[in-house]
C-alpha cells in the first residue's frame, strides 16, 4: 500500500533476495525474486505489506466444500484439550468435511523415513515442505536442488486424498463440484497454489487465512457443544507445525533443523561449501519457530509452539 509506505528502506536491508527497490519514495516488489517469505510483512513499521489470500465466501462455488487445517491452526487456541473442537467448529462455519493435514504429514515423514534408506541419494536430504526454501534454494542456492526432497508437501497429499474420500463417499459428486480450501499459516502456501510448481497444478483451489477464519472459528467452539471426533492424526503430524516437527519424525538422529530466514541462508551456505557434518536429513523452515511464525498466524510463535 504505497500510501502507507514512507520509503524508510527497512523491508529493504530485511529482504533475503533483494527483491525490494525504492522507487520514486515507494517501495516497489520485484515478483521474479520474491519468495514470498513474508519477512517485509513482519518488519514493515507501517504495516504498509500485506499478503493476498482468499476469501471463505469463494468456497460457496462447491457443492462439496472440504477444510484442510494447517496443524498451526490448533496452537492458535489458548487452552484447547481436544483439536476436535477446531475440527467440528469448521464443519459449523460451512464445510462439509475436514481432513487434518497433520494427517498427510504422517504419511509424508513414514515415506521419507524410506526415501532415506535409498542408495544413491544425495545428501543431506533438504526437506521440501516449505514452498519459501524450495524457491530460495532454486534462487541462490541451484547446486543444491538435487538435495531437495522428492516428495509433494503434507498440504497437496491431504487434498488429494480428500478429494479421494469425498468422491468414495459421494459417487454423485463430480470433480469441479468438490473445493478443497486450505488454511494456512504463511503467505507462501497462497502463491503455491496460485502458481503451481514446475508443471505440477495444485489440488487445493482456494487458501484462506488462519487470521481470517480465526475469530469465525472462536464464536463456533463452545465448551457446551457437542462434538464429533472428527481426529485422525496424532503427536507426530501435529509436531510440524513447530520447527523440528518433521526431522524428529524420521526417527533418525543424523538431522538438522532450523528456522527464521536468515539461519536458513547461513545453514544453506555451509551446505553448499561442503563445511558441515555428515547428516542425512536438514529441515528448514523460513519463519521463526517453524510454521507457528508464519505471518497470517494470530498467536505469539513461541505460545504457539508450547
Same mark, same amino acid.
Given at each position: 500500500d504505497s500510501n502507507k509506505c514512507t520509503g524508510c528502506t527497512t523491508c529493504l536491508r530485511h529482504c533475503p533476495t533483494e527483491a525490494i527497490r525504492i522507487r520514486g519514495g515507494h517501495a516497489v516488489i520485484n515478483q521474479g525474486r520474491c519468495i514470498d517469505c513474508g519477512e517485509c510483512i513482519r518488519v514493515c513499521p507501517h504495516k504498509a505489506k500485506k499478503a493476498v489470500c482468499g476469501k471463505l465466501d469463494a468456497m460457496k462455488r462447491f457443492k462439496w466444500k472440504i477444510a484442510l487445517p494447517a496443524p498451526t491452526l490448533y496452537g492458535q487456541f489458548d487452552n484447547l484439550d481436544d483439536v476436535d473442537f477446531v475440527l467440528d467448529g469448521l464443519l459449523r462455519i460451512g464445510f462439509d468435511d475436514v481432513f487434518e493435514v497433520s494427517k498427510a504429514a504422517e504419511l509424508v515423514s513414514a515415506y521419507t523415513r524410506q526415501y532415506l534408506k535409498t542408495d544413491g541419494i544425495k545428501t543431506p536430504v533438504i526437506s521440501s515442505a516449505c514452498p519459501v526454501i524450495v524457491?530460495?534454494?532454486?534462487?541462490?542456492?541451484?547446486?543444491?536442488?538435487?538435495?531437495?526432497?522428492?516428495?509433494?508437501?503434507?498440504?497437496?497429499? +491431504?487434498?488429494?486424498?480428500?478429494?479421494?474420500?469425498?468422491?468414495?463417499?459421494?459417487?454423485?459428486?463430480?470433480?469441479?463440484?468438490?473445493?478443497?480450501?486450505?488454511?494456512?499459516?504463511?503467505?507462501?502456501? +497462497?502463491?503455491?497454489?496460485?502458481?503451481?510448481?514446475?508443471?505440477?497444478?495444485?489440488?487445493? &483451489?482456494?487458501?484462506?487465512?488462519?487470521? &481470517?477464519?480465526?475469530?469465525?472459528?472462536?464464536?463456533?467452539?463452545?465448551?457446551?457443544?457437542?462434538?464429533?471426533?472428527?481426529?485422525?492424526?496424532?503427536?507426530?503430524?501435529?509436531?510440524?507445525?513447530?520447527?523440528?516437527?518433521? +526431522?524428529?519424525?524420521?526417527?533418525?538422529?543424523?538431522?538438522?533443523?532450523?528456522?527464521?530466514?536468515?539461519?536458513?541462508?547461513?545453514?544453506?551456505?555451509?551446505?553448499?561449501?561442503?563445511?558441515?557434518? +555428515?547428516?542425512?536429513?536438514?529441515?528448514?523452515?523460513?519463519?521463526?519457530?517453524?510454521?507457528?511464525?508464519?505471518?497470517?498466524?494470530?498467536?505469539?510463535?513461541?505460545?504457539?509452539?508450547?
Open positions: 524457491r530460495l534454494i532454486g534462487l541462490r542456492f541451484p547446486s543444491l536442488n538435487d538435495n531437495i526432497l522428492h516428495m509433494l508437501p503434507p498440504m497437496e497429499v +491431504a487434498a488429494r486424498l480428500a478429494r479421494e474420500r469425498a468422491k468414495c463417499s459421494h459417487p454423485e459428486l463430480r470433480d469441479e463440484d468438490i473445493g478443497v480450501c486450505f488454511i494456512t499459516p504463511c503467505p507462501a502456501k +497462497a502463491s503455491y497454489v496460485k502458481n503451481g510448481f514446475a508443471d505440477y497444478k495444485s489440488q487445493v &483451489d482456494e487458501v484462506v487465512s488462519i487470521s &481470517d477464519i480465526y475469530f469465525l472459528l472462536i464464536s463456533e467452539m463452545k465448551q457446551d457443544n457437542e462434538i464429533q471426533s472428527l481426529s485422525e492424526s496424532g503427536m507426530i503430524g501435529i509436531g510440524w507445525a513447530r520447527s523440528g516437527g518433521e +526431522a524428529t519424525a524420521i526417527f533418525n538422529e543424523d538431522y538438522l533443523a532450523a528456522d527464521g530466514i536468515e539461519n536458513v541462508i547461513h545453514v544453506l551456505d555451509q551446505v553448499e561449501n561442503g563445511n558441515i557434518p +555428515a547428516l542425512k536429513f536438514i529441515e528448514l523452515n523460513a519463519c521463526t519457530g517453524g510454521c507457528v511464525g508464519g505471518v497470517l498466524t494470530m498467536q505469539n510463535p513461541f505460545i504457539a509452539k508450547a
